[in-house]
């Protein structure tokens, strides 16, 4: 079976920095998503890691540990926009079947 | 500006009607997605196919639920009978090999069966 873990709920001050972990447990694997989705709008893509480490992309970096089924989402100087739910998706092999975790919500406040 | 179109945007509907969404995926995308967003179960895999060919429909009510593509650029979701607890936001997605296999979503079909 699959299984994606996330934390519900994250609260951050503007400005700051904060991580939100994934944990997974996938029959196969082909590559771990972030997304963002915004009240009453389409999940949007964020980053894609496939191999161990981390991959920087402005603000947003995004690390995988295959061997620990781990991955972790960094917003760096958080911003009022920034407060929206992420996501965390793995890609099976094969078929490329990927199933999304339930979600962090994130609140920035001033 | 390639993005997936999803058709309607929002459904009302009364219970026991035949509820049919449609989406055209981003042109070169081989393969195809449809999830189902609720507060209580977040997003769920309908259904997904690769080259036109269904390969996963296990996360779908088989009993009401059917998911065809027609051709490379429509894919279809019915829901007949439908039920107040079909109520939910239906995304369509697509993926291709030339990005990787990201996901992109269509903007959703927003439906209410009362």
């Known amino acids: 079976g699959q299984n994606i873990d996330q934390p519900t709920e994250m609260t951050a001050t503007e400005g700051a920095i904060v991580q939100i972990n994934c944990t997974y447990q996938?029959?196969?694997?082909?590559?771990l998503f972030w997304y963002q989705q915004h009240a009453g709008e389409a999940p949007t893509f964020l980053s894609y890691?496939?191999?161990?480490g981390l991959e920087e992309k402005g603000r947003f970096s995004s690390f995988l540990s295959r061997s620990k089924g781990y991955s972790y989402l960094l917003l760096k100087e958080l911003q009022m926009k920034d407060s929206a739910s992420y996501l965390c998706a793995v890609m099976d092999t094969g078929g490329f079947k990927t199933i999304f975790g339930a979600g962090t919500r994130l609140f920035v406040k001033a | 500006d390639a993005r997936v179109t999803q058709t309607p945007r929002h459904k009302v509907t009364e219970m026991g009607q035949e509820v049919t969404m449609r989406c055209q995926p981003i042109?070169?995308?081989?393969?195809v997605f449809w999830y189902r967003q609720t507060m209580m179960q977040g997003l769920e895999l309908l259904a997904y196919f690769r080259n036109r060919a269904p390969l996963d429909d296990s996360g779908m009510p088989k009993d009401r639920f059917s998911a065809e593509m027609p051709d490379a650029t429509l894919a279809t979701l019915k829901i007949q009978p439908s039920e107040p607890r079909d109520s939910a936001v239906y995304f369509c997605?697509?993926?291709?090999?030339?990005?990787?296999?990201?996901?992109?979503f269509g903007e959703g079909s927003w439906l209410t069966v009362v």
């Open positions: 890691n496939v191999l161990d």
């Open positions: 042109l070169g995308h081989n393969t």
């Open positions: 997605a697509s993926a291709g090999i030339s990005d990787r296999n990201t996901i992109y």
């Open positions: 996938t029959s196969g694997f082909n590559g």
